[in-house]
DNA sequence: TCTGGGGTCCTAGGACCC
DNA sequence: TCTGGGGTCCTAGGACCC
């Protein structure tokens, strides 16, 4: 069963404000970029996900649309708070994105009495204790799973919850023959593309497509997807989360920037949190990968784009390691003269801390010491907030960061955002 | 003024080994 | 006329997902 939130962030932003629940309201990308998540009467007055806010101002006036920016830190407690009840209901569970999570439910459906009825104890106690509206998808694999999910959200005769194994074959046959094939799991715009030059339309025409002879074509993930559809089920239930193998953090800057100073502030910024991330997920880093670039829309001013890589002499998860290489990979890399809009920073061949291999030279106090000091560190900015313990090189001001002009309180996880009832 | 961020997997091709 | 067979590792690029 795949369960997944209608509107994720828009339903977030909701809980807290009902005076936002009858109105059509958007969220924002980093940045007040573009919207990525839109309410229902946001999506019937035609804005498409990933239009630019810009592009969207005049239409909002006329309907009165709000725009928040995003509010990750609510986001992600929100999405904790679900799993958490989803895992009460059924712990065979894979959280596979912030707000979708892949369900075991044969065996404790009986309980319920049936997957349909499972279903909406599901839906009642998310709306019950989170105030989120979910749909639920079912099916023998995950890509059906995804599909009834889908039927689910788009068709009010379902209730929500749609059961494709309880529907007849005919029944599911005529559904598959109504769904574009661009609507399955795997199959994005470039597939979808090709396949309809091979009169591949439907979600049907593809399921009767030979896997073997696609496979030729189009590579194995496809065959597995056909597979899927035909209720083979092909990719399993991932309840571990595995350890990430590259950890990314980059911004666009919330005004154009010059000065390789305030470049630097951006690429310490950025390492310092993806070196809480790596340590969080126990990992060393055996290299740093910088990039810089200017604002590919502005067609007419000169484009610059570079990156670079720096290998470690050993792999380290200590930030003042990592912020060196970073800045090291900056230099090579900054050219005066353009305007900057975005830096980022990647740290590649992450392996397990537990099993590094040491050098010849190796300083084991000093490793020690390192792996007191950031254990120390990211404590510290756990239990009192980000950035109470911050670094000098990451600089105070940073005039560079991001705009986010209408964000809500955090509501969940600062006592200060608390929301207040009068 | 103005267009996000963070991931994964697969494949082809090159370089190399014996 | 005419130049093997079997393998690994790495990287870049393309596709996808939310």
Not at 76 to 81: G, I, K, L, Q, T
Not at 205 to 232: C, H, S, W, Y
Not at 334 to 344: C, E, L, Q
Request: proline share 4%; charged share 25%; aromatic share 6%.
């Amino acid at each position: 069963m795949l369960v997944d939130v209608n509107n994720f962030y828009v339903s977030c932003e909701r809980i807290f404000n009902p005076r936002l629940r009858d109105v059509p309201l958007l969220v924002l990308s980093n940045n007040d970029g573009c919207a990525v998540a839109r309410s229902n009467e946001v999506k019937a007055l035609g804005v498409k996900m990933g239009t630019p806010w810009f592009k969207i101002q005049d239409l909002a006036r006329q309907h009165g649309i709000i725009a928040y920016s995003s509010n990750y830190t609510l986001y992600a407690s929100m999405s904790d708070r679900a799993v958490t009840i989803l895992r009460d209901i059924c712990p065979d569970l894979e959280v596979y994105s912030i707000d979708e999570s892949f369900l075991r439910v044969e065996k404790i459906a009986l309980h319920y009495g049936g997957i349909e009825a499972m279903s909406h104890a599901i839906r009642d106690r998310m709306q019950r204790d989170l105030s989120l509206p979910v749909c639920c998808g079912c099916g023998p694999s995950k890509t059906l799973a995804k599909l009834a999910n889908h039927l689910a959200k788009k068709n009010p005769e379902f209730n929500g919850v749609c059961d494709l194994n309880s529907l007849s074959k005919s029944e599911r046959l005529r559904w598959m023959s109504r769904i574009d094939v661009g609507e399955v799991w795997g199959i994005g715009r470039r597939l979808a593309e090709r396949l309809r030059v091979l009169n591949i339309r439907t979600v049907l025409d593809l399921r009767r497509a030979d896997p073997k002879q696609m496979r030729a074509g189009f590579g194995v993930v496809m065959e597995r997807t056909i597979n899927e559809l035909r209720g083979v089920s092909c990719l399993s239930l991932e309840e571990v989360e595995p350890p990430r193998k590259q950890i990314i953090v980059s911004r666009s800057f919330g005004r154009p920037v010059k000065a390789l100073s305030e470049l630097r502030e951006s690429v310490s910024t950025y390492t310092a949190r993806a070196a809480e991330k790596l340590r969080a997920q126990a990992s060393i880093a055996a290299a740093v990968h910088v990039f810089i670039h200017t604002n590919p829309f502005k067609e007419n001013m000169p484009q610059y784009s570079a990156s670079k890589s720096i290998a470690l002499a050993n792999p380290s998860d200590d930030t003042r390691e990592l912020i060196a290489a970073a800045q090291h990979a900056l230099t090579a890399l900054y050219r005066p003269g353009y305007a900057y809009k975005k830096s980022g920073i990647m740290l590649i061949g992450l392996s397990d801390k537990s099993i590094q291999q040491r050098s010849l030279f190796d300083d084991e106090s000093q490793r020690s010491r390192s792996s007191q000091l950031m254990t120390a560190i990211d404590r510290l900015n756990r239990d009192y907030g980000r950035d109470t313990v911050t670094w000098g090189s990451a600089g105070i001001a940073r005039h560079w960061s991001m705009r986010a002009e209408n964000r809500s309180p955090r509501y969940t996880t600062r006592w200060s955002e608390l929301p207040i009832v009068h």
